[in-house]
């Protein structure tokens, strides 16, 4: 057990530091490539602690709880408008959650169909739109629904991710576990596709479509694993 907890806490302890003390590390010129510097190693590691708690999706219990650990820690953060500061906890309430999503819809439907389905729809809604990013970017006033990634010692942003993007990671990698789609590979899959669109809106300053990019690192990491999965008609149970 010990050395299953020792990489979260290790991802936990990582995550925590780049965020809280963001404010402490020294400011970075020009603006647009310290939001970089700053948003890429949090973005990896979100990626690799939904890889790493995962497996959690097999423990519904645990999963209860890191959900009630996220959902109090979240409401204390916003309650005193902690910015940064809560986007920890909103990551763990946020993956609890999308795990959960995956222990509880397990059908293989949804193992398909929500990639394609509501990629489709990111793709679409956010491309249509004409959305401008810029850098520095102002932060969100503390908003539940948004994961703030802090810029180094200044009061900006260096980049934001919504809690369904978020989510839907989550869900993702749990059936990545669930049904054997190799979730090493899909968690790799993912963050990259999560870091290949922040670096796109980045580069030109028009929002991205996250969630669709996760979608199709997921389809991309996995395809050569669903035909065998389809033809095999089962999903994992317990």
């Not at 299953?4 to 290790?10: E, F, G, I, Q």
């Amino acid at each position: 057990m010990a050395r299953r907890a020792a990489p979260v806490l290790a991802v936990l302890g990582a995550l925590a530091a780049l965020l809280l003390l963001a404010p402490a590390f020294p400011e970075l010129q020009p603006p647009q490539r310290a939001a970089l510097v700053a948003a890429v190693p949090p973005m990896a590691l979100l990626g690799a602690l939904t890889y790493l708690l995962a497996p959690l999706t097999r423990i519904p219990a645990a999963l209860a709880g890191l959900a009630g650990v996220g959902l109090v820690a979240t409401a204390a953060t916003a309650a005193v408008d902690a910015h940064g500061g809560g986007t920890l906890p909103e990551a763990l309430l946020a993956i609890a959650l999308g795990l959960l999503f995956a222990r509880v819809f397990d059908l293989g439907a949804f193992v398909i169909g929500l990639p394609l389905v509501i990629g489709a729809v990111d793709l679409f809604t956010t491309l249509s739109g004409d959305a401008v990013k810029t850098w520095p970017m102002p932060v969100s006033g503390g908003d539940p629904l948004v994961l703030e990634l802090p810029s180094w010692s200044a009061q900006t942003g260096a980049a934001e991710i919504s809690v369904a993007t978020v989510l839907f990671l989550a869900a993702l990698q749990g059936y990545a576990v669930r049904e054997r789609l190799r979730p090493a590979g899909t968690a790799v899959g993912m963050t990259v596709g999560l870091i290949l669109a922040y670096l796109l809106e980045w580069r030109t300053e028009r929002a991205m479509p996250f969630t669709a990019f996760v979608a199709g690192g997921f389809l991309v990491a996995s395809s050569d694993r669903l035909p065998t999965w389809l033809r095999a008609g089962g999903i994992e149970r317990g």
